[in-house]
């Protein structure tokens, strides 16, 4: 599958941005996704993660309440909804698929495709 990230920009402390991620190929719905950040001088860190149906979600911390992750299989689609943006938000976002099916989603290697990133910029 090939994944292409979109819908990254330039917001306020507070705004709000949706990113999306299109995948291509016809077995979306059998793909975990996740999104994950990268912060200039940082690693790569997890952002949120969502089972093949859209029925379970798991979020970062430092996420969680603010950011939505959902799918739409139909679009081979997945979207992650941020809201009350902060200046630590500011990041390359990347969208990444896994056919596992084990619980280690919050790492890196779970997952077997990545897209090119989008880069998130909040101002203060």
């Known amino acids: 599958v090939q994944l292409q990230a979109s819908g990254g920009g330039l917001v306020q402390a507070g705004g709000s941005l949706r990113l999306s991620c299109a995948a291509s190929?016809?077995?979306?719905?059998?793909?975990?996704m996740g999104w994950f950040r990268q912060a200039p001088g940082k690693e790569r860190e997890f952002v949120a993660a969502?089972?093949?149906?859209?029925?379970?979600?798991y979020y970062a911390d430092s996420v969680k309440g603010r950011f939505t992750i959902s799918r739409d299989n139909a679009k081979n689609t997945v979207y992650l909804q941020m809201n009350s943006l902060k200046p630590e938000d500011t990041a390359v976002y990347y969208c990444?698929?896994?056919?596992?099916?084990?619980?280690?989603?919050?790492?890196?290697?779970?997952?077997?495709?990545w897209g090119k990133g989008t880069l998130v910029t909040v101002s203060s």
């Open positions: 969502i089972s093949w149906s859209g029925d379970r979600t």
């Open positions: 990444a698929a896994s056919t596992r099916s084990d619980s280690y989603y919050r790492r890196e290697g779970f997952y077997d495709h």
């Open positions: 190929g016809r077995t979306f719905g059998s793909y975990r």
